[in-house]
């Protein structure tokens, strides 16, 4: 008896040393791997379509943006314009087909715009597409667009990861989560929900030589960390959304490089419209006991290098950020300001954020212990993401939120700084800066508009609700991996990436 | 009492366990105050330095705070929550089981069934499903829910306890006086019961140990920045390869711990029970 | 005739049980703050989107009447619609994720099964010499090590610093479980340390106690060789409480998977849950969680009726149930 049993645990072992063979590939066409996060829903429009590498690749938009450069390429849209803003003519792309096999036409246009008004849906560009007047076809490849207001800077719209140009006869409602289909450089072959994708090259892609892979594998992977060590073991390729300590873990190895495609924000709202922050002095003192070297550290980064402070939500990338010294870090200050608005003895404030976001935690401990000093306890109250943007954002009074950067500023301060904005965290209510907001999206001259950029990032300086912290955007990739590119749009364009 | 130490005397795993326990609850109580940091003290200039380096006795973590540090602080949490949670979880097990096996008949039924129900659940699984849906933890809503997972078990072994007692003659003198039922159960039978109730207690401790430091690890433990051993695992987990220290040491205080409360338990349970 | 009433009666109350933990699952996770349908569709929703989707997902309907609808449904085999993914079923990502937590609590299983008999066997006959107390330690420290602190330990030692097995479990697309086995032998081993320490303590002690009976000391006496008499008569009977405890640890061991799958991403029940939780995809909370009561309380069960039949006394007495 015991015999056997000694058997069996030699047998154990022998079998554990077989299987530690792993598993081979014996492919050769050329496959990239990528391993994002858990998507929730991906139909794009739908709360939070944010399946990045999915839908950058099977959907097309009307316009797309050159990673490199920034500027507004024609992708389905080949040309558009309108005299004052109010009127856009839309020229499409001829000769291309759906992955279905059904032509491109202006009807996809109009269905994709007139989706976004769709009450059931709670399409996320709602608000924006509000201003839609109406949408006329005049022929399959022009879409005549009339605004109820002028907006000289509407066309970048078409560029945000919502806008994916659907089809007017595919039913999304009951397919767009399990066979999801447009018209973009990859098809989608298999779907496993929350699990993987597997895609293939669009031979009859309208562009000329894209994609340049054969094959794109997605998958989706609950843990980060997990995601990297699949990187490390060369079991993927690339891994988007990187936290920096797994950039310095990269870093020091061999075979592995990582990209920071572009600058995010972290965005401190100090809500203006309840205790304490409703006090201009109080925000005052808070933004005295800053300190953006340490924050920069927490982050892993250099302050001036990789990571940067402001207080206004316009990035230092954009032409239109006005340069504005900080003030520097004066702990005395900040407990006169206290003591001034009534609270000589500090004050007890609760802090919303998302503990599983990067960035998200170090910021919240660092803030923490920089504004302990002058007497402002922080209570931290961190939350899975989802629950953090489904129930306490936009509803405490102190938030830490990632915020993409919108190319064209003026939509961000639409959608968070204008008192009616749908995504105003902070709740700000100053009608100054309204009014220059609404001035900016009716100005064609852009000279004219920059003054009014320049008196508002001033506004935001003295008595904003916001402190700005810009932090790269980190991707993981192998050396193997050629020409990843991901613009402002956070849709990446793996059409152009290639692997040895 | 005089038997109980004697025996202790014998034993050396019990000695062990019980001065690491010891050990860690001097830590609790003093250690914060004898520490020359904070559990958030960022050394911005030390971010993951090693152990003994920079005058950090067990290394830094990526935000520049001190390890040992955050363990000693940890420690006052850990053992709170356990204490609490199994103290708790006897309390509320005691009163549900002595209930159900005193009166007997169909209140003992109905109890029974009770407990087997909540019992069918996995108690992390339970308390995982809890918790994940609300978001986080505080001190309290931790403790509750642990208590809540581990009463069941509780309950069982304190009925199991009161049955073997129920018939004994002490317990029929009582009655026979006319005492009422709360003083037969709390003042004859608990005190002979004690046994297996100790045993319980202290295997809770352990249990809840673990529990709270899973829980923290799957990421619902205590909100940052406390020292929550479980989520300082998994908050470090990424940096195994670059900063080992600040994954190893607190798996190796969570070890530590549940471990001296075992052999401690292992004691109390040989001696109390008198099982042969 | 006796077993077979214990049978029934067993079973009768196993699926009460069942019933009556679909019932407490539902409405614990249907009570829960936080409006479901405004989390699906997020913080910029209109009032009117969120109330047309509570109507279609019919959140205002009683409560009695969606727990009908939801266990009607799922004795019809129809585990419901993800709220995530609408149009997708569970049935068709569940069913597979289940199969692979089985394989992997099978593998933990044959692996920690006949080691822990083994050594608890060894350290029982060896009682207070020397092998019996370095058995005994290692057991205490595994039982006290948290799965995911095993864990760790197993992916710095064989995965960071030998490289001989991979650190995250993941299934490369269009293979399956079969074709890279060897993603479950860390998880396995994770769950083995911990059940390794439980289970060899306690077939020590049996054994200790078997040892001890008359019966084993008078076939010694009588002059019957020892490993004959371990063997062939000690054996069986210290099996019996080992046999009780591993099917009453498999409670813990459907806790353990949720720890290991997510600590090694292996795509079973257990991650699957973990992501459900974080999503709060409420069907599929729901799904996971009934199911892992399910294993669990069918697995007590069938201990119990293991016991009973192998245990003689049992089997021909009548007994409470």
């Not at chain 1, 970048?156 to 659907?166: K, R, S």
């Not at chain 1, 450089?185 to 929900?193: G, M, N, Q, R, Y």
């Not at chain 1, 050629?482 to 990436?497: H, K």
Request: glycine fraction near 8%; charge should be negative.
């Amino acid at each position: 008896m015991k015999k056997s049993i000694m058997l069996c645990a030699v047998f154990l072992l022998a079998a554990t040393m077989v299987f530690a063979g792993g598993a081979q590939e014996t492919e050769e066409k050329m496959t990239i791997r990528v391993a994002e996060q858990v998507p929730n829903l991906i139909t794009p429009g739908v709360w939070d379509g944010q399946a990045f590498s999915l839908n950058g690749s099977i959907y097309d938009y009307l316009i797309e943006m050159d990673a490199h450069t920034g500027e507004l390429v024609p992708s389905l849209a080949t040309e558009w314009s309108s005299p004052e803003g109010k009127v856009w003519t839309i020229k499409l792309r001829k000769g291309v087909k759906f992955h279905d096999g059904s032509d491109f036409t202006s009807a996809d246009v109009k269905y994709t715009l007139e989706r976004t008004q769709d009450p059931d849906l709670g399409h996320l560009k709602a608000q924006d597409f509000e201003n839609l007047d109406k949408i006329e076809t005049p022929d399959d490849h022009t879409v005549v667009i009339t605004l109820k207001e002028a907006a000289p800077t509407f066309n970048f719209i078409f560029t945000d990861y919502n806008m994916a140009i659907l089809s007017s006869d595919y039913d999304y409602a009951s397919k767009g989560e399990s066979a999801p289909m447009g018209t973009g450089p990859f098809k989608l072959e298999k779907l496993v929900p929350k699990e993987s994708a597997l895609l293939v090259k669009n031979s009859e892609y309208w562009a000329e030589g894209l994609p340049k892979a054969e094959e794109l594998r997605i998958y989706f992977v609950p843990d980060i960390d997990s995601s990297v060590s699949l990187l490390e073991a060369g079991q993927v390729d690339i891994v988007p959304q990187i936290s920096p300590i797994i950039k310095k873990r990269l870093e020091s190895m061999d075979g592995f490089k990582v990209v920071s495609p572009y600058q995010e924000s972290r965005f401190i709202a100090l809500a203006d419209d309840r205790e304490p922050f409703s006090d201009n002095r109080v925000r005052l003192a808070f933004k005295y006991t800053m300190d953006p070297e340490i924050l920069a550290k927490a982050c892993q980064g250099t302050l001036g290098e990789t990571i940067f402070y402001n207080e206004t939500p316009i990035v230092n990338a954009l032409a239109q950020y006005k340069e504005i010294p900080f003030r520097g870090r004066d702990i005395d200050k900040a407990k006169e300001l206290l003591a001034e608005a009534g609270y000589p003895d500090g004050l007890k404030v609760d802090f919303f954020y998302a503990s599983d976001h990067p960035y998200g935690s170090d910021i919240a401990q660092t803030l923490k212990e920089l504004s302990a000093p002058a007497g402002i306890e922080l209570n931290l109250k961190g939350f899975p993401r989802d629950i953090y943007l489904s129930q306490h954002w936009m509803n405490g009074p102190a938030l830490l939120t990632g915020w993409g950067v919108r190319v064209d500023p003026s939509m961000l301060l639409m959608l968070a700084y204008h008192s009616e904005g749908p995504w105003n965290e902070s709740h700000i209510d100053n009608p100054r800066v309204d009014e220059l907001i609404d001035k900016i999206r009716g100005e064609v001259d852009p000279e004219v508009r920059q003054t009014y950029y320049d008196e508002l990032q001033q506004i935001f300086h003295e008595e904003g609700t916001v402190i700005n912290l810009q932090v790269p955007y980190l991707v993981g990739v192998s050396d193997a991996v050629s020409d990843y590119r991901q613009p402002l749009t956070m849709l990446p364009q793996l059409e152009y990436t290639t692997i040895k | 009492m005089n038997t109980y130490l004697l025996q202790l005397k014998r034993s050396p795993r019990a000695i062990a366990g019980l001065t690491i326990l010891l050990l860690w609850i001097i830590a609790a109580l003093i250690g914060p105050s004898l520490l020359p940091y904070t559990y958030t003290g960022m050394d911005m200039n030390n971010q993951m330095v090693g152990p003994g380096e920079a005058g950090h006795l067990l290394g830094t973590d990526a935000l520049g705070r001190d390890v040992f540090s955050r363990i000693i602080y940890g420690s006052r949490s850990i053992l709170t929550i356990a204490l609490l949670t199994s103290l708790l979880s006897s309390i509320a097990g005691i009163i549900i089981g002595f209930t159900a096996g005193y009166f007997g008949g169909i209140v003992d039924t109905i109890f029974l069934r009770i407990m087997d129900i909540l019992m069918a659940i996995p108690p992390l699984v339970l308390a995982m499903v809890v918790l994940g849906i609300l978001g986080n933890s505080t001190i309290v809503g931790l403790t509750i829910i642990v208590s809540i997972t581990y009463t069941p078990a509780t309950a069982r072994v304190a009925r199991g306890a009161l049955l073997t007692c129920k018939s004994s003659e002490y317990v029929d003198a009582a009655r026979i006086r006319g005492e009422s039922h709360l003083y037969i159960m709390f003042v004859e039978i608990l005190p002979n019961t004690i046994g297996p109730v100790i045993v319980e207690i202290t295997a809770r401790f352990a249990y809840s140990i673990m529990m709270i430091a899973s829980l923290g690890f799957l990421g619902v433990g205590l909100q940052p920045p406390t020292p929550d051993w479980g989520m300082m695992v998994i908050e470090n987990k990424s940096l195994i390869r670059a900063a080992p220290w600040t994954v190893l040491y607190p798996s190796l205080a969570i070890a530590s711990l549940v471990i001296a409360i075992s052999l401690f338990s292992d004691f109390v349970s040989k001696v109390m029970i008198n099982e042969d | 005739m006796d077993f077979l009433k214990r049978f029934a009666k067993r079973l009768g109350f196993t699926l009460l049980t069942i019933l009556a933990m679909s019932i407490l699952i539902f409405f614990l996770v249907e009570i829960m703050p936080g409006d479901v349908a405004q989390t699906v569709l997020g913080q910029s929703a209109t009032e009117e989107s969120v109330a047309a989707l509570r109507d279609r997902m019919g959140l205002d309907d009683p409560l009695h009447q969606r727990y009908l609808r939801w266990a009607g449904g799922f004795i019809r085999g129809d585990l419901g619609e993800s709220l995530y993914m609408r149009g997708v079923q569970i049935n068709t990502i569940f069913w597979r994720k289940v199969g692979h937590s089985v394989v992997l609590a099978f593998t933990a299983l044959l692996f920690y099964v006949p080691l822990s008999i083994l050594f608890g066997v060894f350290a029982g006959v060896k009682e207070g010499k020397a092998p019996d107390a370095i058995i005994s330690f290692i057991g205490l420290a595994t039982m006290a090590l948290p799965e995911f602190v095993s864990g760790i330990i197993l992916i710095t030692v064989f995965a960071v610093g030998l490289e001989i097995l991979p650190i995250a479990s993941i299934i490369p697309i269009g293979e399956n479980l079969w074709q890279n086995l060897d993603i479950l032998v860390l998880p396995a081993l994770s769950i083995t340390f911990v059940m390794f320490g439980y289970v060899s303590r306690m077939q020590r002690s049996s054994m200790v106690s078997v040892m001890k009976a008359d019966y084993i000391r008078a076939a010694i006496l009588k002059g019957m060789p020892r490993k004959y008499v371990i063997f062939r008569h000690a054996l069986k009977n210290a099996l019996l409480p080992t046999i009780t405890i591993i099917g009453m640890n498999m409670g813990w061991l459907f806790g353990g998977l949720i720890v290991v799958e997510t600590l090694f991403g292996f795509p079973g029940l257990g991650s699957l849950t973990m992501s459900a939780i974080k999503t709060r995809d409420i069907p599929l909370i729901e799904a996971c969680v009934l199911f892992i009561t399910f294993i669990f309380v069918f697995a007590t069960f069938i201990t119990d009726m293991l016991y009973a039949f192998l245990n003689p006394r049992i089997r021909y007495k009548r007994g409470d149930v």
